[in-house]
């Protein structure tokens, strides 16, 4: 037997609920066009920027990572005053050169947040 | 190559498939193994990424989605040819057939809320190093604050998306929650809801929306059920 007809929305209409601004919500789609057109063309210097891309956020990845666990070891009182100052710093110039190789590289922030589709944003 | 739109109960009448023009206006086609089936078109080159296509891709889907069950293929989805498609189908006959079961009578209906990102502030004295901390510190303290304002907020993100559910999930069949997918967005997700009770999900929606004055709610549908369609297996090579 056949299932009964979904309601007959027209294909525009597919606002079922809402409670709020749309624009709001029309705002955060403006993302989804900007992933769509996010292919790999294959020429040398698209290449080289995708490459780059890759591997910027896996150390990006790798240095919040640290991080974190410095700033946990700190908030439990298993670092001294020196040590905290050294790791501080450390991660610091690390900032500032992910900021400088990013810059050349023509990448924002944004551009090493991969979307992992089911499993969410790497970073 | 051919292009996948959806798999079926069945193949759709003639008549549905003639009045659904595919991708490139190619006309669209239909192959069953047993009762499972899967339509198609032929192209001559790859879709791209383009409003034309997309909404085309959708169109066709939602066409053949009045009157049975359906599994919408994603979009993209390209095949070498009807004998490959014919193998995808038989390989994964069985979590096909329970995949169609599953959503028949069913549509998915997707929630996305949003909060003021006001509110997930903490005071700025958080931010500020202590008086006389040394360069590496001051910046280590900093993150200090941050991580811990991350976590608050993940946790509130966590507590509001739960309750959340609790008042939506029970008028559906299933749902698929994402918590805080962007720092905007308190929790994105998709219910499979029974065609009779989209109007008592409707209903729900707008309460949460009363219960939880600060949340901003979008339920949008009903659509193809993209969410819950089975894993399958693909053929190597």
Redesign the interface.
């Known amino acids: 037997m056949?299932?009964?007809?979904?309601?007959d929305?027209p294909?525009a209409d597919?606002?079922?609920?809402?409670?709020?601004?749309?624009d709001?919500?029309l705002r955060?789609l403006d993302?989804v066009t900007q992933v769509?057109?996010a292919?790999v063309n294959a020429d040398e210097k698209n290449v080289e920027k995708g490459l780059a891309q890759l591997v910027l956020t896996l150390i990006d990845l790798l240095r919040q990572l640290m991080?974190?666990q410095?700033?946990r070891r700190?908030?439990g009182g298993t670092l001294t005053?020196e040590e905290?100052?050294?790791?501080?710093?450390?991660?610091?110039l690390l900032e500032k050169r992910m900021a400088e190789l990013k810059k050349s590289f023509d990448l924002e922030d944004a551009d090493l947040n991969i979307d992992l589709g089911?499993l969410?944003?790497l970073l | 190559m051919i292009y996948a739109y959806a798999i079926t109960a069945g193949a759709p009448p003639a008549d549905v498939l003639d009045g659904a023009p595919g991708l490139a206006d190619a006309p669209l086609a239909a192959r069953t193994v047993e009762d499972v089936g899967a339509v198609y078109s032929r192209i001559e080159r790859g879709p791209s990424p383009t409003r034309e296509d997309i909404l085309r891709h959708e169109q066709v889907i939602e066409t053949l989605m009045r009157g049975r069950p359906l599994l919408p293929a994603r979009f993209g989805t390209v095949l070498r040819d009807e004998a490959a498609l014919d193998h995808l189908l038989t390989i994964n006959h069985k979590g096909l057939a329970a995949g169609l079961d599953r959503i028949r009578g069913c549509v998915e209906l997707g929630v996305r809320v949003m909060w003021d990102a006001a509110g997930t502030e903490v005071d700025e004295a958080d931010h500020e190093p202590s008086p006389g901390a040394t360069t590496g510190t001051a910046y280590l303290i900093v993150r200090a604050a941050q991580e811990r304002r991350r976590r608050s907020t993940e946790a509130r993100a966590g507590e509001l998306a739960a309750n959340l559910n609790r008042l939506l999930r029970p008028c559906a069949k299933d749902g698929v929650v994402r918590v805080l997918p962007s720092p905007q967005v308190v929790m994105a997700a998709a219910y499979l809801v029974p065609q009779d009770r989209t109007g008592e999900f409707r209903n729900r929606v707008t309460e949460a929306g009363a219960a939880f004055e600060t949340l901003k709610l979008l339920c949008s549908g009903p659509w193809p059920p993209y969410h819950f369609v089975p894993e399958l297996e693909v053929p190597r090579g």
Not at chain 1, 2 to 7: S, V
Not at chain 1, 14 to 22: E, N, Q, S
Request: aromatic letters at 6%; a positive charge; hydrophobic letters at 35%.
């Open positions: 056949a299932d009964p007809t979904p309601p929305l294909p597919k606002i079922f609920a809402r409670v709020g601004d749309l709001e919500f955060g993302r769509l057109p292919r991080e974190r410095a700033v700190m908030e005053e905290v100052e050294r790791l501080g710093r450390t991660f610091m089911p969410g944003k």
